[in-house]
């Protein structure tokens, strides 16, 4: 992720490094290229229950590296969702800290979310927080390039995803 690597700098005016890193690592490790995931697929019947939910999966991964001569620490996360409607998304950038919990959001006012780590290890993914995040659309089809706004609504707020092993996590968030 060195490319969005100086986009990331702003992380350093939110937090002390040393601050960022102490409220931070109970997501993930400060450790140069560690990172942590967390996923949620909604089945039909919790669809079926919730009838204006849109999202139908979501996955959120959290990455850190480590300070270099160019670069300061940084953590960034990755998040990907569906919708009943069959659009995918992603979305990323840089995260810090705020009240104890971590802020991730999307460079240019691309909106962002609120996380809460829970004691089972689970993550709350507070989208109501900010209203919204922008979603860069899925490759492939002609939606290729097409993005979206995944909106706060009724019943897509919040979402308590479940814990994942490293090896799951998507690279993308240290390239």
Known sequence: ???FAAACLFVAAFAPLAALA?????YVQPEDGARSCWSRSYDAA???EHPDQQVTEISFAVGYMAATIEFAEQ???????R???GTEGYASGPCHAQDGKMWCGVECDGGGVLLERRADGKVLVDLA???YIRMSGGC????EGDG???EAGMDDHEFLLHPETPKTCKSAILE
């Not at 102490?22 to 109970?26: H, Q, S, V």
């Not at 953590?75 to 969702?81: G, H, N």
């Open 1 to 3: 992720m060195r490319h």
């Open 22 to 26: 102490g409220e931070l690592d109970g």
């Open 46 to 48: 919790h669809l079926a």
């Open 75 to 81: 953590y960034s996360f990755y998040l990907e969702a």
């Open 83 to 85: 919708r009943r409607d």
């Open 129 to 131: 927080s900010h209203g």
């Open 140 to 143: 492939g089809g002609g939606g």
């Open 148 to 150: 979206f706004s995944l």
